[in-house]
């Protein structure tokens, strides 16, 4: 294990490692520069608000991303048989046209339902909530482009467009929101610029596009799609719940003390997700060629935790002094809240890629644990909300117990189960 290890750190894995790295730490810091702009130059409410939106997009993304891992899935399988290029083309041309299909329909329906939302998520601007509708179209198609680069493995082109969002969305939000349309405009950015890096993602798989029609275009596993819709649902529960419920069960004060300590708590999961993605086709091709993937997972989890724990430790120390450098004095100082929900966030990176390990092997009884254990969050959350240091302390369980099932289910060598 420890000679594959080292093997591993001078491989074009380790490369392609480093690549998604760095997109997406370029690509997180740009996003949080987003956060950063909209709770500077929003009214409190409107910032408050605009978290609450924001981490209800963050779920329906990570609902959606079943998209893009059923697409990397069989994308990373097709890319090690005859015929590679045509039998991808075919494959990634339907799941385009579903895509489009089911994510206007899904954002129409958004949209009609937008006052009730509205209204659940405590946000104050139906308009707000119809312009988070729009996103939804994308979360839809963008997951295909984003899946069939992942799957073949072209982790520059999936960077490059990964960065290009981020970039964009930091620039229109700060341009809508001075133009005055203030919650709206930043909500808006969102997926203005997810379709603008479509169409670079478009154009680096343009030759998958122009491939002919080809028999054999692989039959999608329900059993394997509701299997990755548990677990990314799961995670994403675990991870974004607590703004909203925070919003919706403290005071304005209250949750406007929790907006910087969710914002910089975030930080921690730059660098897994870009690990995730990376680990995530290259476990499933090694799989399927009957090698043995655990030196990448142990590997990605190293790499999570150490940076992770690293930045928590600087939480700990001077949480006021990070607060007030990055919101400009406009929120108190934190206290301990910040480092524990940021060591809570740093448990639920290493879960990121425990859940991408269990979903690229199919390994079903840690993610129907995983979902026992995001419905155990919200309960308590629902239950013990009596100070925001009681939510950092029930975050940190949840993360805790989801790690430790991660090292009970995944570290022993068993059979993929796709179903």
Do not use: C
């Not at 494959?91 to 385009?96: A, D, K, S």
């Not at 046209?97 to 405590?122: D, E, K, Y």
């Not at 104050?124 to 312009?131: E, F, K, L, M």
């Not at 467009?161 to 969102?190: D, H, K, M, N, Y």
């Amino acid at each position: 294990m420890i000679l594959r290890l080292r093997s591993l750190l001078r491989s074009a894995d380790t490369r392609d490692g480093v690549v998604m790295t760095a997109a997406t730490v370029l690509a997180g810091g740009f996003d949080y520069l987003v956060l950063v702009v909209a709770g500077v130059l929003l009214s409190d409410p409107a910032a408050i608000a605009f978290l609450a939106v924001m981490n209800l997009l963050k779920i329906a993304e990570q609902v959606t991303w079943v998209i893009r891992n059923v697409v990397a899935y069989y994308t990373a399988e097709l890319a090690v048989q005859s015929m590679a290029q045509t039998r991808i083309g075919q494959f990634v041309r339907g799941r385009w046209r579903w895509a489009w299909r089911w994510g206007l329909l899904v954002a129409l329906l958004f949209g009609l339902a937008a006052p009730l939302t509205n209204r659940l998520i405590n946000a104050n601007s139906t308009a707000a909530v119809v312009a988070a509708g729009l996103a939804l179209l994308f979360f839809f198609v963008r997951p295909v482009t984003d899946g069939a680069l992942q799957g073949v493995q072209n982790f520059l082109g999936l960077g490059s467009v990964v960065v290009l969002q981020a970039v964009l969305r930091f620039a229109l939000t700060a341009v809508l929101i001075w133009s005055g349309l203030e919650l709206v405009g930043a909500v808006l950015a969102l997926p203005l610029a997810s379709g603008l890096a479509l169409l670079l993602a478009l154009w680096l798989l343009r030759h998958y596009f122009r491939e002919p029609a080809a028999p054999g275009s692989p039959k999608i596993s329900f059993s394997y799609s509701a299997l990755t819709l548990v677990g990314l649902l799961a995670f994403a529960v675990l991870v974004y719940s607590d703004a909203i419920l925070v919003n919706r069960l403290f005071a304005e004060t209250a949750a406007a003390q929790y907006t910087p300590v969710n914002v910089l708590g975030r930080i921690n999961l730059f660098v897994p997700v870009a690990l995730g993605m990376v680990l995530f086709p290259k476990a499933t091709q090694r799989q399927a060629l009957g090698q043995d993937a655990r030196p990448m997972l142990l590997l990605a989890l190293a790499a999570t935790f150490l940076p992770g724990l690293m930045l928590t430790a600087v939480f700990f120390l001077i949480p006021g002094w990070i607060v007030d450098l990055v919101f400009r004095g406009q929120y108190a100082n934190p206290g301990l809240l910040l480092g524990w929900v940021g060591l809570a966030t740093t448990l639920f990176a290493g879960v990121n890629i425990w859940l991408n390990y269990a979903l690229s092997l199919g390994r079903r009884p840690f993610i129907f644990l995983l979902a026992g254990i995001a419905l155990a969050q919200i309960t308590a959350v629902l239950l013990l909300h009596h100070t925001l240091m009681t939510i950092a302390w029930v975050l940190l369980v949840s993360g805790l117990a989801a790690n430790l099932a991660g090292a009970l289910f995944l570290l022993r060598p068993a059979q993929a189960n796709r179903g």
